[in-house]
């Protein structure tokens, strides 16, 4: 039957084609499907009696991988969450017409209609025992020994399984008619785990006189996420994400990345993910002699981003002449020398309060806090002209906090005669209202842009700016909207 098919194949593509000769290409990538064919993964299992059922099943899944191999060289696609049963089924397969006409390489099925999967029983998935299992990362069969229900053996059964033709993708497509022989590639995009280093391969020592040793190694099992991967409320961050090595005790480790980082052992404790990363784990093999490492096994945990928590201010860094005189601490700042001589006893004083706020979603403004802001009258050369106001928000929930920096400046104006309360007012204000630290909120990076909103009596203010008339005090509401830094969408 499998010479049958191959003839089949080739007639064809004589029989569509006004050329007299195939392209080198085309005959190259016959002669690897051909090769494959002649080695038995076809259609059959022959040759395989007084065999135990352990070698039978890893001579079954070689051969399967071998029909994996065709079929997705010759345009199947073979991506996504399949079960064994699907897999087969798309493996019996055939390319529908339109498809085979422009199809360059394998048109018929990789294995026979008869051949099913026969699952384990329960009580045989919760032993050792070998189990064939489809591997959608490597897109190949494995075998396994614990873990997963699996597949004990690979079965016929002459009544057979009915599939209806498919259409495949065209791995070479003829680029130009003009009497040459000219083809135009496109790969097929084989899905891959690649974050970090991977720690020396087990797999190396596998290799010995018998070859026939080798399929006597089983691969371990990736291990099992305590919570799996989605979109998460940004107050549940960090989560405490363990690990379950579902292997036999003593044959493997867990080792782990976050965010591409470097391997590190798993201990056995919960380890904290970060909204908006990205964890991967393996197992690595203790046993070499019989086990080898498992592929990584990935999830990504995003946040939803609905936001509740607090803010604080600290004050830091002023600046100004010489002769500047300053006090305070932590969210209260004074600055200058009262002029005395002229009947005033406080000099100038600034004091962040901070808020709470509840379920802010990006580009939703919040109030951040508010500012007290007492103006008084002190001597020339006393005062500061600026300085630093960081911004703390604490997320409830965790421990997760972001800090923006902003400068303020500080704005004496003269008190002249005949000038308006207006005109003689001293102001704080905001050299930039976009915070210079971005914050990596759910995984998107964020900048905290500011701006005064309503005051007290004695006040007034501008999107950066809060003054307050001379001698008097006023206080000035702050508030804040997350925005991307990159300045797209808002959505984390």
């Given at each position: 039957?499998?010479?049958?098919?191959?003839?089949?194949s080739?007639?064809?593509?004589?029989?569509?084609r006004?050329q007299?000769?195939?392209?080198?290409?085309?005959v190259?990538?016959t002669?690897?499907?051909?090769?494959?064919?002649?080695?038995?993964?076809?259609?059959g299992?022959?040759?395989?009696?007084?065999?135990?059922?352990?070698?039978?099943?890893?001579?079954?899944?070689?051969?399967?991988?071998?029909?994996v191999?065709?079929y997705?060289?010759?345009?199947?696609?073979?991506?996504?969450?399949?079960?064994?049963?699907?897999?087969?089924?798309k493996?019996?397969?055939?390319?529908?017409?339109?498809?085979?006409?422009?199809?360059?390489?394998?048109?018929?099925a990789?294995?026979?209609?008869?051949?099913?999967?026969e699952?384990?029983?329960?009580?045989?998935?919760a032993?050792?025992q070998?189990?064939?299992?489809?591997?959608?990362?490597?897109?190949?069969?494995?075998?396994?020994?614990?873990?997963?229900?699996?597949?004990?053996?690979?079965?016929?059964?002459?009544?057979?399984?009915?599939?209806d033709?498919?259409?495949?993708?065209?791995?070479?497509?003829?680029?130009?008619?003009?009497?040459?022989?000219?083809?135009d590639?496109?790969?097929?995009?084989?899905?891959?785990?690649t974050?970090?280093?991977l720690p020396?391969?087990?797999?190396?020592?596998?290799?010995?006189?018998?070859?026939?040793?080798?399929?006597?190694v089983?691969?371990?099992?990736?291990?099992?996420?305590?919570?799996?991967g989605?979109?998460?409320?940004?107050?549940?961050?960090?989560?405490?994400?363990?690990?379950?090595?579902?292997?036999?005790?003593?044959v493997?480790?867990?080792?782990?990345?976050?965010?591409?980082a470097?391997w590190?052992?798993?201990?056995?404790?919960a380890i904290?993910?970060?909204?908006?990363?990205?964890v991967?784990?393996?197992?690595?093999?203790?046993?070499?002699?019989?086990?080898?490492?498992?592929?990584?096994?990935?999830?990504?945990?995003?946040?939803?981003?609905?936001?509740?928590?607090?803010?604080?201010?600290?004050?830091?860094?002023?600046?100004?002449?010489p002769?500047?005189?300053?006090?305070?601490?932590?969210?209260?700042?004074?600055w200058?020398?009262?002029?005395?001589?002229?009947g005033f006893?406080?000099?100038?004083?600034?004091?962040?309060?901070?808020?709470?706020?509840?379920?802010?979603?990006?580009?939703?403004?919040?109030?951040?806090?508010?500012?007290e802001?007492?103006?008084g009258?002190?001597n020339?050369?006393?005062?500061?002209?600026?300085?630093?106001?960081?911004?703390?928000?604490?997320?409830?929930?965790?421990?997760?906090?972001?800090?923006?920096q902003?400068?303020?400046n500080?704005?004496?104006?003269?008190?002249?005669?005949?000038n308006?309360?207006?005109?003689?007012?001293?102001y704080?204000q905001?050299?930039?209202?976009?915070?210079t630290?971005?914050?990596?909120?759910?995984?998107v990076?964020?900048?905290?842009?500011?701006?005064?909103?309503?005051?007290?009596?004695n006040?007034?203010?501008s999107?950066?700016?809060?003054?307050?008339?001379?001698?008097e005090?006023?206080?000035?509401?702050?508030?804040?909207?997350?925005?991307?830094?990159w300045?797209g969408?808002?959505?984390?």
């Open positions: 039957m499998t010479a049958m098919n191959i003839r089949t080739f007639r064809y593509s004589l029989k569509t006004n007299d000769a195939f392209s080198l290409v085309e190259l990538a002669v690897a499907v051909i090769t494959i064919l002649a080695s038995g993964a076809i259609l299992w022959g040759g395989i009696k007084g065999a135990s059922e352990s070698s039978q099943l890893r001579s079954h899944v070689q051969m399967l991988n071998s029909a191999a065709v997705r060289s010759s345009g199947g696609d073979l991506s996504g969450s399949l079960s064994v049963g699907e897999v087969l089924t493996l019996k397969s055939v390319a529908n017409e339109e498809s085979a006409q422009r199809l360059n390489g394998y048109r018929g990789t294995i026979d209609q008869r051949l099913r999967a699952p384990q029983s329960e009580a045989e998935a032993s050792s070998p189990r064939a299992m489809w591997n959608p990362v490597r897109m190949r069969f494995v075998i396994a020994s614990g873990g997963q229900d699996g597949v004990k053996r690979f079965v016929f059964d002459e009544q057979g399984e009915s599939v033709p498919e259409e495949r993708a065209v791995a070479l497509a003829l680029a130009s008619q003009g009497g040459g022989w000219v083809w590639y496109s790969e097929f995009q084989v899905p891959e785990v974050v970090g280093e020396v391969l087990i797999a190396g020592t596998l290799a010995g006189p018998n070859p026939a040793d080798a399929l006597e089983l691969e371990l099992n990736p291990p099992q996420f305590s919570i799996p989605g979109s998460y409320e940004y107050s549940n961050f960090d989560l405490p994400l363990s690990f379950e090595n579902d292997n036999p005790a003593g493997s480790e867990v080792f782990y990345s976050i965010d591409g470097d590190a052992i798993y201990s056995g404790s904290l993910v970060p909204a908006g990363a990205r991967a784990a393996y197992s690595v093999s203790l046993d070499p002699d019989r086990w080898i490492d498992s592929l990584p096994a990935a999830e990504t945990y995003d946040s939803t981003f609905v936001i509740t928590g607090s803010t604080a201010g600290l004050f830091s860094n002023p600046v100004g002449g002769d500047m005189v300053t006090g305070g601490w932590g969210n209260y700042f004074t200058g020398t009262p002029a005395t001589q002229a006893t406080d000099p100038s004083w600034i004091l962040y309060e901070g808020a709470s706020f509840y379920d802010v979603m990006p580009g939703e403004q919040f109030l951040l806090g508010t500012i802001y007492y103006n009258t002190i020339g050369g006393t005062g500061a002209s600026g300085l630093d106001l960081a911004i703390t928000l604490s997320f409830a929930g965790g421990s997760q906090e972001e800090v923006f902003y400068d303020l500080l704005i004496n104006s003269a008190n002249l005669d005949g308006t309360q207006a005109e003689s007012a001293d704080v905001f050299g930039e209202i976009v915070g630290i971005p914050a990596f909120l759910g995984g990076e964020y900048n905290l842009v500011l701006e005064f909103g309503a005051t007290t009596e006040g007034f203010a999107i950066d700016e809060f003054f307050v008339f001379e001698g005090s006023a206080t000035g509401q702050i508030y804040g909207t997350l925005v991307p830094a300045g969408s808002s959505e984390g």
